[in-house]
């Protein structure tokens, strides 16, 4: 062991893992963030970094991570842990510890398996690790600081290990000030956008809602609370686009869970800020809540100046908006604790629409407590106003996970009445319950519904994430029949839903309708997702989630036969 006045070299690799379950390209942004408050607190004659993003080469294996790691002779590997990711971690963890150099090397841990599963990891998978709980970007060097000088951890905050004396150690949690103006690391993303992956900046962290009952809150803030949201400064967002954009990066996605968020006032001074700095912006895809594009409450002045931000914002570059709509049954939208009315939301849309920004809504179906009418009643409002073919996931489950609102709240419904409907086990990658339904009629229909899902996961999932985001994406101007084919699809499934469910208010089977509908569905896309591919060069057509996509077009009379087997959840 190094003494504590002779300080070591620093020789890092930050790892970010990828999972097949979530197949899309792109840039880990905790990982660059992580790593720009690494490199910025490090003395450079002593510290080297190398930054691996698996998720820019779709690969699950750490082969390549391994490699690293020994050439570089690394003695402190950063790992960030995204959903689907403790299997991975379970399996390769000892081949990525044993390629580290030294007596006494430092492993760390961030991200939400972290965060939420820091015990089941440090007991079955890593117990030499030390755990990030929540944000890096200042317990991440400090942790390595630490390290460095041989000193005790119990002064970083934002983590949990165990001491030496075998017991565990929880540090003061902290929220980031992001103020501070520590850009993120951009040394690997030209590769990245270059291969068609998909680039992230970030303006905030948190929630200014912080009220959604199926949300899993304490990642980016601390008590989940509407407080805890924090915006960076024009100044700092307008200097990290204007780089981008001397990268060669004309698209970029806004990581916020909650762009535009805070007061109206807020976002206006945010805006204009913004606009002053006379930059040439990337076009941006960002996600914003309902109310902050339309609120029924806004009197007639402030229903204008609310307008004027977002179509301020278009003119500076946004070109696509993520809505998190969740349901457009008002029975489900109070269960969800959503604060807005599906008639808010699709005055939204249309708002959006209309300045010429493309606009995809995420959609919750199937909750525990759902009822068949309620199901119906979102489906048909969704079809009736245009939203149905905008869902990311149409037929989307509910995400039952660990100390979320609605988890309690099933929990109290199960005492009332007797019943159990959730599974006390957590699944490690998801961080969620399974679940069946409380009504019969739903459980048989969910039966039906998830069976399709599953069989046309391997072909819908990557076509959406490869079409999605920025101008063009990876498929240049194929993407443009391609989205529509997957529009058709949306509206589709949609139209044999309702159909399938028409059938069981009679009494009918409706599988075989399900079959010849969604068959047909299935290979209009699945041709589409043929064409698009052929048009990309060698380079890019090899990609793993290019060839998942690939695979699952080719053999889509296989995906849609009874015999399909079951590959995931359509989300």
């Known amino acids: 062991m190094i003494e504590a006045d ?25 990982l660059s963030v992580a790593a720009g408050g690494l490199l910025a607190s490090m003395p450079g004659s002593l510290f080297s970094m190398h930054v691996l993003d698996m998720v820019e080469w779709g690969e699950e294996d750490c082969g390549r991570a391994v490699d690293l790691i020994r050439a570089v002779r690394a003695n ?9 990711t403790f299997s991975t971690i379970e399996r390769q963890y000892h081949a990525l510890r044993s390629a580290l150099d030294g007596p006494d090397p430092l492993v760390a841990f961030g991200g939400p398996i972290a965060t939420y599963l820091g015990d089941r990891l440090l007991a079955d998978v890593a117990p030499d690790a030390v755990l990030i709980v929540g944000e890096a970007d200042e317990a991440l060097p400090q942790l390595v600081e630490m390290w460095r000088l041989r000193r005790s951890y119990e002064t970083v905050p934002n983590i949990h290990y165990i001491g030496p004396d075998g017991k565990r150690v929880r540090t003061r949690r902290l929220l980031v000030d992001l103020r501070a103006g520590i850009p993120p690391f951009r040394g690997h993303v030209r590769g990245i956008y270059k291969n068609g992956g998909q680039i992230f900046t970030e303006t905030s962290r948190g929630c200014s809602w912080a009220a959604c009952t199926f949300c899993l809150r304490g990642l980016n803030d601390v008590a989940g609370r509407a407080q805890e949201y924090r915006r960076k400064s024009a100044e700092l967002v307008a200097n990290d686009l204007n780089g981008l954009t001397e990268l060669g990066v004309h698209d970029v996605t806004i990581a916020d869970e909650d762009f535009l968020g805070g007061s109206l006032a807020d976002a206006e001074r945010f805006v204009e800020e913004l606009a002053e700095r006379k930059i040439a912006f990337p076009k941006m895809d960002a996600s914003l809540t309902i109310h902050s594009v339309y609120s029924r409450r806004d009197s007639s002045a ?15 570059g946004l070109q696509k908006v993520f809505l998190g709509i969740e349901s457009c049954s008002p029975g489900q939208l109070k269960r969800y604790a959503k604060g807005h009315t599906r008639d808010e939301a699709a005055m939204a849309v ?3 629409l209309a300045l010429g920004i493309r606009v ?16 119906e009643e979102s489906l048909r409002f969704m079809r009736a106003h245009g939203l149905a ?37 957590m699944d490690p990658d998801t961080l969620s319950h399974r679940y069946v339904f409380a009504e019969a009629d739903v459980n048989r229909f ?14 819908y999932y990557p076509a959406k994430n490869l079409s999605r985001s920025g101008s063009t994406g990876i498929f240049g101007t194929a993407v443009h029949p391609l989205r529509q084919a997957i529009v058709d699809f949306r509206n589709d499934l949609c139209d044999a839903m309702l159909s399938a469910i028409g059938c069981l208010e009679q009494g009918q089977d409706p599988e075989s309708e399900l079959r010849t509908s969604l068959s047909e569905a299935a290979g209009a896309l699945a041709s589409c997702v043929q064409y698009a591919i052929s048009t990309l060069r060698s380079g890019l057509a090899d990609h793993a989630v290019v060839r998942q996509a690939s695979i699952a077009a080719h053999d889509v009379d296989l995906l849609t036969s009874a015999r399909s087997p079951a590959r995931g959840i359509l989300t």
């Open 360 to 375: 995809e809504i995420g959609v919750i179906l199937f909750d525990p407590l759902c009822s068949l009418s309620e199901i």
């Open 446 to 459: 969910f039966r039906m519904i998830e069976s399709w899902n599953q069989r046309l996961h391997p072909l």
């Open 389 to 425: 073919a905008m869902a990311s996931g149409l037929s989307s489950s509910l995400r039952l996970q660990t100390s979320s609102h609605y988890l309690n709240m099933l929990e109290k419904y199960e005492q009332r009445f007797g019943v159990t409907l959730h599974e006390s086990t």
């Open 76 to 84: 402190v590997l950063a790992i960030g842990l995204a959903y689907g």
């Open 350 to 352: 249309e708002r959006l």
């Open 302 to 316: 402030e229903d204008c100046r609310r307008a004027r931000v977002v179509e301020h914002l278009a003119d500076l």
């Open 6 to 30: 002779q300080p070591g070299e620093v020789r890092a690799v930050l790892l970010g893992l990828y999972s097949k379950n979530y197949p899309a390209i792109g840039e880990s942004h905790g």
